[in-house]
Every structure is written in structure tokens, then in C-alpha cells.
């Protein structure tokens, strides 16, 4: 299994600043992906980070509003530019383990609220 | 397009009574399906997945879920539930492809509470 650890757990933030997620595993894994979920709304794949490469983004999700940085195998960070009260939601970095026991696996979670 | 449907936002069952959480799915072909739970503070968490086999899958906890492909469903169940079981259960269809693992449709998620 892998154990995904975010920062912060929450944040508040103003309209048109920005702000930065971190999430770090407890092991080496090729593929990070973040998610998105609004209040009890399902969860939304935003964009898909391997290290070394520019991530891949999902339809409605962007390079310029959501950078995301993904410098090794443990680490990757998500930001959210020019934040707006839309974009208050959790985001979700989540990793796969692949092979016979294939799985994804989640961090706790980061919930952000722009005023 | 895949889609999952979870027609029940918050269902809620008294400890030690049996609990049916619904799921409904759209995808042409034979998906794979999961149930994740995610408990108060935490990332979400498998609970079971369905390959294409057996309809009737067992996960953790005693949670099993039922796929009907008649029905377009994977209903998951507990002949049981306990206090500890409060959480907030997903529903997510992915296709066949295991490469596509990562892009899983999640449904909108079933609050349940457990009251004594």
C-alpha cells in the first residue's frame, strides 16, 4: 500500500491570490493524480502528474489556473492560481498501485475555501 | 460517456441492522467497479472491487456488493452494521482497460450514519 500525506489540511484564502498543495507518498510511485470534489458532489480526476513530464489535464481543467509540479517519485504539488469562490472544494492527490492488487490510493484531503 | 449514479445522498440504519447502499452505473461494455469508503478526516479507502466473474464480490469489514449487469447495479450490503461504519461510501466504474485504473467515475457519494 501507499500512504499519501497532504499539506496543508485545510486553507483559507482570497479571491485572486494563490495558494500551493502538497502531497508527498511514503514510497516511490509513478503516477500522482489530483482530484477535485465539490460538497457532496463525486469526486472529479483533474489532471494526472508522472515525474519528469508536464501532467496531463482533464477536460475543464488547465495548465495555467492549476500548475501542477511533480520534480520526483514522492512528491508532487498542485497550485490553484487567481482563486475564486468556485474553486472552494477539496482536492485529493491520489496515487496507483498497479499490478494483480491494482488500487488507487488517497490522501486525506485538503479543503480549501476562497472568499 | 461512463456515469455512476447514487440515487441516496445520506441514508441512515440503526446499529445491527442490515444496510443496502445503492449504485447505479452507464457504460457500454463490462466495466470494473469499486466501492471506496472515506471516514471522517481521511483519503478514501477500497472496499471491494468487481472484475468481471462472480457478480457477488466480498470486501473488508463484511461489506459485499452484488453486480447486475440486467440491472446496470452494484448495490453494496452489510447484513450488519456497526457504529464504526459511519462514513461516506463512493461508487466508481472504470473501464476494462487496466491502464485506465486512474480515471475512475466517481457517483456523487451516500453519507450513512449509524444511530444506536
Known amino acids: 500500500s501507499v500512504l499519501l500525506y497532504q499539506k496543508p489540511n485545510r486553507d483559507i484564502c482570497q479571491s485572486g491570490t494563490s495558494l500551493k498543495i502538497q502531497c508527498v507518498a511514503d514510497s516511490q510511485v509513478v503516477s500522482m493524480f489530483w482530484y477535485q470534489q465539490f460538497q457532496e458532489q463525486s469526486l472529479m480526476l483533474m489532471a494526472t502528474?508522472?515525474?519528469?513530464?508536464?501532467?496531463?489535464?482533464e477536460s475543464g481543467f488547465t495548465k495555467d489556473k492549476f500548475p501542477i509540479s511533480r520534480p520526483n517519485l514522492t512528491f508532487s504539488t498542485l497550485t490553484v492560481n487567481n482563486a475564486r469562490p468556485g474553486d472552494s472544494s477539496i482536492y485529493f492527490c491520489?496515487?496507483?498501485?498497479?499490478?494483480?492488487?491494482?488500487?488507487?490510493?488517497f490522501g486525506h484531503g485538503t479543503k480549501l475555501s476562497v472568499l | 460517456a461512463q456515469s455512476v449514479t447514487q440515487p441516496d445522498a445520506r441514508v441512515t440504519v440503526s446499529e445491527g441492522a442490515s444496510l443496502q447502499l445503492r449504485c447505479k452505473y452507464s457504460y457500454f461494455g463490462t466495466p470494473y467497479l469499486f466501492w471506496y469508503v472515506q471516514y471522517p478526516r481521511q483519503g478514501l479507502q477500497l472496499l471491494l472491487k468487481?472484475?468481471?466473474?462472480?457478480?457477488v464480490v466480498q470486501g473488508v469489514n463484511g461489506f459485499e456488493a452484488e453486480f447486475s449487469k440486467s440491472n446496470s447495479s452494484f448495490h453494496l450490503r452489510k447484513a450488519s452494521v456497526h457504529w464504526s461504519d459511519w462514513a461516506v461510501y463512493f461508487c466508481a466504474v472504470s473501464p476494462l482497460a487496466s491502464s485506465s485504473f486512474s480515471k475512475l467515475v466517481f457517483g456523487q457519494g451516500t453519507s450513512l450514519s449509524v444511530v444506536p
Open positions: 491520489s496515487s496507483r498501485q498497479g499490478g494483480f492488487n491494482e488500487r488507487l490510493f
Open positions: 502528474a508522472n515525474e519528469g513530464s508536464e501532467a496531463t489535464y
Open positions: 468487481y472484475y468481471p466473474g462472480d457478480p
